[in-house]
């Protein structure tokens, strides 16, 4: 590697670009807002490079082609929106284990904030979703992957080590719902009521009630 890239790799203070990031991290946070503000087939790797206080050259360095890029910064939103829905044992609200009801509320309200926040990235999937086969795939198993965690935490919420089908559909349903926020320009907005949506679940989630054997 040249004494230019190895400059941009340090991510040093007074170069372009935001100080302490590496030059592929500088890279990635260009390339998401200018796919998001020009669209991916109209940017180019010179003006990453540009923006991101790099040599033109090190970006192929870190990616092969800038579809390779825009697939980085697709995964990378990824992870963080996973490690989100994803809390550990100890970060979990603690109605999951007492209050079904109340935990589904709340798990609906998490769901809305970290699935419904509008983001560059966000744009970015939208805009390409018709044009890039690739993105429309990546999109769709981020969505799987959101719904499986939260199948998983309403296992959790009604007693189970697995999800049911039923928990697993209805997972499916809050994914989708709450990824429908930055569709309508509303990153703050309940799109349905917490409570009653708790209410509903809490009552066709919960394991059946055991007959009373007749007197």
Do not use: C, N
């Amino acid at each position: 590697m040249g004494r230019g890239e190895g400059s941009a790799e340090s991510g040093a203070p007074g170069e372009p670009g935001e100080p302490g990031l590496t030059a592929r991290e500088r890279i990635l946070a260009a390339a998401e807002v200018l796919f998001a503000e020009h669209r991916f087939d109209r940017t180019s790797t010179a003006r990453i490079a540009a923006a991101a206080g790099v040599p033109h050259g090190l970006i192929f360095y870190h990616f092969k082609t800038k579809m390779d890029l825009l697939l980085a910064v697709v995964q990378r939103d990824r992870v963080t929106t996973l490690g989100e829905l994803d809390l550990p044992p100890s970060d979990l609200p603690p109605s999951e284990k007492t209050d079904p009801r109340r935990a589904v509320a709340e798990l609906w309200r998490h769901l809305t904030v970290v699935l419904g926040r509008p983001s560059p990235v966000h744009r970015i999937v939208l805009q390409e979703l018709a044009v890039h086969e690739e993105i429309r795939r990546r999109a769709m198993e981020s969505t799987d992957a959101a719904a499986a965690v939260i199948a998983g935490r309403l296992a959790r919420i009604f007693g189970r080590d697995d999800p049911t089908p039923e928990q697993v559909a209805a997972a499916q349903l809050l994914t989708f719902a709450a990824s429908m926020a930055p569709l309508l320009d509303q990153p703050d907005h309940t799109l349905v009521d917490p409570d009653a949506l708790a209410a509903l679940l809490a009552r066709g989630l919960s394991p059946p009630t055991p007959e009373s054997p007749p007197s």
